[in-house]
Nanobody
């Protein structure tokens, strides 16, 4: 099993910044994609940003230029730097990862438990 543990959420004023972290642990052979999703009350979960093993990234249009995703492969950790936060960024943010477990080398998809980000106006 592969577990994801997020940290770094909280309450911030509009225009402020937060940095989320997510560390993967367990029996891991390799991690392909790591990503951040978010879900606001009454809305569907949506992709915020993703990063492949090689470093290619993609972002939701709503966060381009404000959020930056990065990863430390040696630590199996993904980060989300969020700047110029807006009230509409308020949501529970979930970490996601997929890859291959250690022996018996099976594919996995894992989600974190979520961390609340609240942006006040």
């Amino acid at each position: 099993q592969v577990q994801l543990v997020e940290s770094g959420g909280g309450l911030v004023q509009a225009g402020g910044s937060l940095r989320l972290s997510c560390a993967a642990s367990g029996s891991i052979f390799s991690i392909n994609t790591m990503a951040w999703y978010r879900q606001a009350p009454g809305k569907q979960r949506e992709l915020v940003a993703g990063i492949a093993n090689g470093g290619n990234t993609n972002y939701a249009d709503s966060v381009k230029g404000r959020f930056t995703i990065s990863r430390d492969n040696a630590k199996n950790t993904v980060y989300l730097q969020m700047n110029s936060l807006k009230p509409e960024d308020t949501a529970v943010y979930y970490c996601y990862a997929d890859g291959i477990t250690g022996r018996p080398f099976q594919p996995f998809r894992s989600w974190g438990q979520g961390t609340q980000v609240t942006v006040s106006s």
